[in-house]
């Protein structure tokens, strides 16, 4: 079954990346926002983009966030995290620095960003409950093979583990 899901990313450094893995297929209905849109979006200033964060957000049952080398830490990102575990939606994290970019090259691995969350008990870490994944391979196309062939199983499995906090 396809999900809807929401894909949280870095999107200067990342969106090359993250446009390969959205066109993997195994997600329904997940259309990125067109340069244009977004430039018109941050534009609207915190307000706007926080409003655009909620509408992309509301029908979706996963967050998928997209781990370039710098989307750690990031402002919204971390608006995108917190959303998503409040509104109980699945949430998983896969490093996308093994993809290439636009110029054909590769990133350093970042850090998880699911580490600066503790859950409302303050005894776990998010990222001790929320899964993130490094795929494995020596190339690019190595990487987008076991991206594709696991997404949908990712996702899948972060909805469980959500239903079940």
């Known amino acids: 079954m396809a999900r809807k899901v929401f894909y949280s990313f870095h999107y200067l450094p990342d969106n090359w990346r993250v446009s390969q893995v959205r066109n993997i297929g ?3 209905d997940n259309k990125p926002a ?3 849109d977004w430039e018109t979006v941050t534009k609207g200033g915190d307000k706007a983009i ?3 964060i909620d509408e992309q957000m509301t029908g979706r049952s996963c967050v998928v966030v997209l781990i370039g080398s710098a989307t750690a830490n990031r402002k919204w990102i971390d608006h995108e995290i917190k959303k998503a575990w409040a509104s109980g939606k699945g949430l998983l994290g896969v490093h996308i620095h093994g993809l290439k970019n636009s110029d054909g090259k590769t990133s350093t691995k970042g850090a998880n960003p699911f580490d600066g969350f503790t859950l409302k008990n303050g ?3 998010l990222s001790n409950v929320v899964k ?3 795929p494995p ?9 076991h991206i594709k062939d696991n997404l949908e199983k990712w996702i899948e499995e ?7 906090q």
């Open 137 to 145: 391979g020596s190339d690019s196309t190595a990487v987008y093979k």
């Open 50 to 52: 926080g409003k655009w």
């Open 34 to 36: 067109k340069d244009n």
């Open 26 to 28: 195994a997600i329904e």
């Open 132 to 134: 993130t994944y490094d």
């Open 158 to 164: 972060a909805i469980t583990i959500r239903a079940n």
């Open 123 to 125: 005894t776990k870490n």
